[in-house]
């Protein structure tokens, strides 16, 4: 193997690997394209300003219809070291949303939103139950501060 060989691995690229490459890149664009918020979402996700942060994951994720059959939230379940939570999400028909949030163990921590308008706080009552009441659609990360620590807890960027 060395740069001499012009066809080894370590050669220039010719016309024919070019070829190539072009029809590999429309290949994975036409079957499996990068989603169009990709970019964004890394962004937003890259900016949180906390180096120590536990990154929790989802573990349940489901609609939940109203008694009146008008009202949709999504209750989704977050599972991680230090603590959990579940957040109900609740559409509130203009552009934003209720959520209502409970931790596990309960305590009274900082529950941070952000979004990409700038992040939205609050702090869980003693029985860790929490609540934001305008939190507009796009990218959001919960984060939890837990205290007496320096470390945070975060779920992935997701869409509301």
């Given at each position: 193997m060395?740069r001499?060989?012009?066809?080894?691995p370590?050669g220039?690229?010719?016309?024919?690997?070019?070829?190539?490459?072009?029809?590999?890149?429309?290949?994975w664009?036409?079957?499996?394209?990068?989603?169009?918020d990709?970019v964004d979402?890394?962004r937003f996700?890259?900016e949180?300003e906390?180096?120590?942060v536990?990154v929790?994951?989802?573990?349940?994720?489901?609609?939940?219809?109203?008694?009146r059959?008008?009202?949709?939230?999504?209750?989704?379940t977050?599972a991680g070291?230090t603590v959990?939570?579940?957040v109900?999400?609740q559409a509130?028909?203009?552009g934003?949303?209720r959520?209502?949030?409970?931790l596990?163990?309960?305590?009274?921590?900082?529950?941070?939103v952000?979004?990409?308008?700038?992040p939205?706080?609050?702090?869980a009552?003693?029985?860790?139950?929490f609540?934001l009441?305008?939190?507009p659609?796009?990218f959001?990360?919960?984060?939890?501060?837990?205290r007496?620590?320096t470390s945070a807890?975060?779920?992935p960027t997701?869409?509301?």
């Amino acid at each position: 193997m060395s740069r001499d060989d012009p066809d080894g691995p370590l050669g220039k690229l010719d016309d024919l690997d070019g070829r190539v490459l072009r029809e590999v890149r429309w290949l994975w664009e036409s079957l499996d394209p990068a989603p169009a918020d990709l970019v964004d979402r890394i962004r937003f996700a890259v900016e949180l300003e906390d180096s120590e942060v536990e990154v929790v994951r989802v573990i349940e994720h489901r609609e939940v219809a109203g008694v009146r059959g008008d009202v949709h939230s999504r209750m989704i379940t977050f599972a991680g070291g230090t603590v959990d939570f579940m957040v109900n999400v609740q559409a509130r028909g203009d552009g934003t949303y209720r959520v209502d949030g409970w931790l596990s163990p309960p305590a009274p921590h900082e529950v941070e939103v952000r979004t990409p308008a700038g992040p939205l706080r609050t702090s869980a009552n003693e029985d860790g139950r929490f609540a934001l009441g305008r939190i507009p659609s796009g990218f959001v990360q919960f984060v939890i501060r837990p205290r007496g620590r320096t470390s945070a807890v975060s779920t992935p960027t997701m869409t509301l």
